[in-house]
């Protein structure tokens, strides 16, 4: 049913303008850190780009980004180094001239590097690439018909991380700009 109820919003969405949106982004997620013991969530900040293609109501979307951070634990340093590429889709089922609400899903492929300073002695290792579902939700006012702020929170389940705890928060701000019909 699921599918069915997609095929027919994608059919529907082929007749529309197609339009292509590009978006820097800013934001902070909640992730779990298996490195240094003890093991924990920690938030980190990333920067990234965002973009949808597709009509108003329904669209591809892809969101690269890149997060650095670390973190201090007695005589141990940890240096992070996290790369996220975010594939799926946006639904946006309330829109009006100034406003939209938008919902998103898709898959997250994470590659994540650890170096840990112990005692003079570095060491590093990778992470991945993981892969790991997401869905979220957020809203977008616009300014025009080519500029919009866009705020967003999205849930990814970690599949890496201890049962129990194994959802990972992103919170995100995007600054718009569309090209295409409009």
Do not use: C, W
């Not at 609400?101 to 492929?109: H, L």
């Not at 939700?137 to 129990?164: D, E, K, M, Q």
Request: glycine residues 10%.
């Amino acid at each position: 049913m699921k599918t069915l109820i997609f095929l027919a919003l994608l059919v529907a969405n082929l007749g529309h303008a197609q339009e292509l949106k590009i978006e820097p982004v800013y934001g902070f997620e909640r992730t779990y850190h298996a490195e240094p013991k003890p093991s924990r969530y920690r938030t980190e900040v990333f920067l990234g780009l965002r973009a949808n293609y597709g009509t108003k109501l329904l669209s591809l979307e892809g969101e690269i980004n890149q997060a650095n951070s670390d973190d201090t634990i007695g005589d141990v340093t940890a240096k992070y180094n996290t790369q996220t590429l975010m594939l799926g889709l946006k639904l946006v089922p309330i829109s009006g001239e100034y406003y939209n609400i938008f919902m998103r899903s898709g898959i997250r492929v994470r590659k994540k590097t650890t170096e840990l300073t112990q005692n003079g002695v570095t060491s590093s290792t990778t992470d991945g690439p993981n892969l790991d579902p997401y869905a979220g939700a957020g809203i977008g006012i616009g300014f025009g018909s080519v500029f919009s702020l866009n705020a967003s929170a999205t849930l990814v389940y970690n599949r890496n991380a201890p049962a129990g705890e194994q959802y990972d928060t992103r919170y995100t701000l995007g600054a718009g700009m569309k090209f295409g019909n409009r």
